[in-house]
């Protein structure tokens, strides 16, 4: 894999985590791996015995949306939705989905058209495009749910988009792999992820808990599922540290 000169560049090319880069020898055009997956072949592979992920994930969704007083939230990388029959109408105001394919989006909106007052969808590309965010001083979305979507953005992208829409709450699941190179599960589907080994970075509990560290998120909560094939996946949930907790802090240990 060719290296990228450009370590400070968000084009669709470069993958950047603030430590190493995957570069995509491509035209510029070329659409993310994630643009070429089909929604069908994505959930019949996570929902296999062997694999179970869609299972897992729908079941800590549940516990993510009633974690937090909150009444909105986001929701990076919501594929096809799964997980949002757990948004309560009494509880939410509006949650967002957020995504780079336009077909999980779509599936997303059909599956939940009786939802439609509270769960708003948009197209995204958080490489390129966190700016786009809205920003919780105008929705206040104090709740962003970020589940596998950390692996293949990065860290930096990651905590642009977070510093962008400045929820109190972050919950993230990452997964963790006994085999960094096997990180995809064997199916009758594997080969529909090989596009993702430009774009994966293997994940590490203590890099993210120092990168939220970084724009002031404490860690606040974990837990951990266990898969099938050695692999689990890890929640993570953090509270932005406001001045008052800080000074808080300052005059406990001052």
């Not at 643009?35 to 993510?64: C, F, G, P, T, W």
């Not at 336009?102 to 058209?113: D, F, I, N």
């Not at 642009?160 to 109190?168: I, S």
Request: charged share 30%; with cysteine.
């Amino acid at each position: 894999m060719k290296k990228c000169e450009n370590v400070r560049s968000r084009c669709i090319k470069c993958y950047w985590d603030g430590s190493k880069s995957a570069y995509i020898e491509a035209s510029p055009n070329r659409k993310n791996p994630w643009e070429e997956i089909k929604l069908e072949d994505y959930e019949k592979h996570m929902s296999l015995d062997s694999v179970r992920q869609l299972q897992a994930m729908n079941k800590i969704m549940h516990e993510q949306f009633e974690a937090y007083p909150v009444k909105t939230a986001m929701v990076l990388g919501v594929a096809g939705g799964n997980g949002l029959e757990h948004v309560r109408s009494e509880k939410y105001q509006v949650v967002y989905g957020i995504d780079i394919n336009e077909e999980y989006l779509a599936a997303a909106s059909k599956r939940y058209e009786q939802s439609s007052e509270v769960l708003q969808f948009m197209k995204m590309d958080l490489l390129t495009e966190a700016d786009r965010l809205p920003r919780a001083d105008l929705i206040i979305a104090n709740l962003i749910i970020a589940n596998l979507i950390v692996e293949y953005i990065g860290y930096s992208a990651f905590k642009n988009a977070v510093r962008r829409v400045d929820p109190e709450y972050v919950s993230c699941v990452i997964q963790v792999n006994s085999d960094d190179k096997q990180w995809v599960s064997d199916s009758p589907y594997l080969h529909v992820f090989d596009g993702l080994d430009n774009i994966h970075h293997q994940m590490e509990e203590s890099a993210l808990a120092s990168a939220m560290k970084e724009i002031a998120y404490k860690s606040v909560f974990r837990s951990e599922e266990l898969l099938p094939n050695g692999k689990s996946l890890i929640r993570m949930d953090f509270r932005k540290e406001t001045e008052e907790i800080l000074q808080q802090g300052a005059a406990k240990f001052g």
